[in-house]
């Protein structure tokens, strides 16, 4: 899932180019052969980074499925912290039968790394192995925040210590239902994007650590 906006740049009072931002937490490039303009995937993982600096001790950075492999290890490099999966195993459609923890997590602060969350039940259900498999403490953070349904009262319910999600997404009344989620402002990095490509200077420079 990506957040996308529009940046018409203007030269001497006139639009020369229009430019597509895509929001993502990291690792994805295919997106801009869908488009026939120039775009720039800008990353939220500077954002959500942010939040974690403070925590001591050992770190593991946990991706909740196989496919979030790639975006859960760039964080740990980040953080120069250790790299742990959730093995999820189905019986049917839709419906997780079993899940395993791939890695060591025993008596480190464990962040659980997604691209949304929707719903919450996986997430919520990984934070249970966790502390399950030894996890001193869960946290988790994600780009976009759907929040759908019963997402609100699973996060109050699951063993997260914090739940740091952007606001790509507006949570309109969703935000007070929860006190563990914290919601970090991506307007800076589009601020920052937006100056950058006006004064022709790296916009990928922004997301070097």
Not at 10 to 19: H, Q
Not at 71 to 85: E, H, P, T, Y
């Amino acid at each position: 899932m990506a957040f996308a906006v529009q940046f018409q740049q203007y030269i001497g009072g006139r639009s020369s180019s229009s430019l597509f931002f895509t929001l993502t937490c990291g690792t994805l490039q295919q997106i801009q052969g869908f488009f026939n303009c120039p775009v720039d995937n800008l990353y939220a993982s500077p954002v959500l980074l942010q939040q974690f600096r403070h925590l001591r001790g050992d770190i593991v950075m946990v991706s909740p499925d196989a496919g979030g492999v790639e975006r859960a290890r760039a964080f740990a490099k980040m953080m120069d912290a250790s790299l742990a999966v959730i093995d999820k195993r189905r019986d049917r459609p839709n419906q997780v039968a079993e899940m395993n923890v791939i890695g060591d997590v025993q008596g480190k602060v464990a962040i659980l790394v997604d691209d949304m969350i929707d719903t919450a039940g996986t997430i919520c259900a990984a934070a249970e192995v966790l502390l399950q498999n030894g996890a001193a403490e869960v946290r988790a953070c994600a780009t976009h925040g759907v929040l759908s349904g019963p997402a609100c009262q699973r996060l109050t319910d699951a063993p997260f210590e914090e739940v740091v999600i952007t606001d790509t997404i507006p949570l309109g009344d969703r935000e007070g239902r929860c006190d563990k989620l914290h919601v970090a402002s991506v307007a800076g990095i589009l601020a920052k994007s937006i100056r950058n490509i006006h004064d022709g200077s790296s916009v990928s420079a922004l997301f070097h650590f």
